[in-house]
Nanobody
């Protein structure tokens, strides 16, 4: 059974940092590229960042480039998203999934950037 469990969200002030984690199970994690997505209230889910199966290739949405860093630890079946210089517009529920995406999404983790 595939499971994707996101964690690490919270409330942070503008300019602050958070590190999200995505723990994966039920499939061979190291064989798949992975992506982070986010969904803000009233908006469609959008792509945030991607990392190749081995971790060497990464790409980012323009809105987060230079502020967010995606990484993974295949020994731990876990992917990360280091988010720095957070802005109010980064407020959203953050999700992870494989490439291609599994049908069962995780519950996501809420990130709120506010004073």
């Amino acid at each position: 059974q595939v499971q994707l469990v996101e964690s690490g969200g919270g409330l942070v002030q503008p300019g602050g940092s958070l590190r999200l984690s995505c723990a994966a199970s039920g499939f061979t994690f190291s064989n798949y590229a992975m992506k982070w997505y986010r969904q803000a209230p009233g908006k469609e889910r959008e792509f945030v960042a991607a990392v190749s199966s081995g971790g060497s290739n990464r790409n980012y949405a323009d809105s987060v480039k230079g502020r967010f860093t995606i990484s993974r630890d295949n020994a731990k079946n876990t992917m990360y998203l280091q988010m720095n210089s957070l802005k109010p517009e980064d407020t959203a529920v953050y999700y992870c999934n494989s490439v291609p995406p599994r049908s069962d999404w995780g519950q996501g983790t809420q990130v709120t950037v506010s004073t």
